[in-house]
């Protein structure tokens, strides 16, 4: 078995790592921070919006049973790369979409990943491709998050079930699971 890393921003990493845990050849997913200009930062310093970070998640997957263009592909469809700078209500540099690829391989098909969603798209893909900072785990509170505590969150409750569904509904042969 052959394990990939992807850090992949897309709004709030609870929403993004619910989708990603259903996913088929998904070993691991660990929601955290990257891409800003402190040591160590926390939630709230994050939430805040000074860092710099964006809430992200690391997605470790098998690549013999799926591919980084195919968890591309499945991060194109389960948010809005569109939105500048925030996912829905969640505004702020800290909820970006964004790809950190761990090398060049993965840069190049970073571009060609948002070459594919922009095909089907009208909006301009706003998604950008940043460096591979430094990775900080975030709380183990938000780790697994949907799981737990976010099937009693009402923000999660609205967010998260609408992007299971675009899974579902987009990647049927890709889905772990049938249940909500």
């Known amino acids: ?52 970070h964006a809430e992200a998640i690391r997605v470790t997957f098998d690549t013999d049973q799926i591919s980084y263009d195919d968890i591309l592909d499945i991060f194109f469809a389960t948010h809005d790369p569109t939105q500048l700078n925030g996912q829905g209500n969640d505004i702020g540099t800290q909820y970006r979409s964004a790809l950190f690829p761990n090398d060049a391989g993965q840069e190049v098909a970073a571009r060609r990943g948002i070459e594919r969603a922009q095909a089907d798209r009208a909006e301009p893909i706003v998604t950008t491709i940043e460096p591979q900072g430094e990775w900080y785990p975030a709380e183990d509170y938000h780790q697994d998050y949907w799981s737990g505590e976010g099937q009693r969150n009402p923000y999660c409750l609205a967010v998260i079930p609408p992007k299971i569904q675009k899974l579902r509904k987009s990647f049927q042969n890709r889905v772990k699971k049938a249940e909500a």
């Open 1 to 52: 078995m052959a394990q990939e890393q992807a850090t992949l921003a897309g709004g709030c990493f609870w929403c993004t790592e619910a989708v990603f845990n259903d996913v088929i050849g998904v070993t691991k997913v660990e929601s955290g921070y990257t891409g800003g200009h402190i040591a160590s930062p926390t939630y709230k310093q994050v939430c805040e919006g000074d860092t710099g």
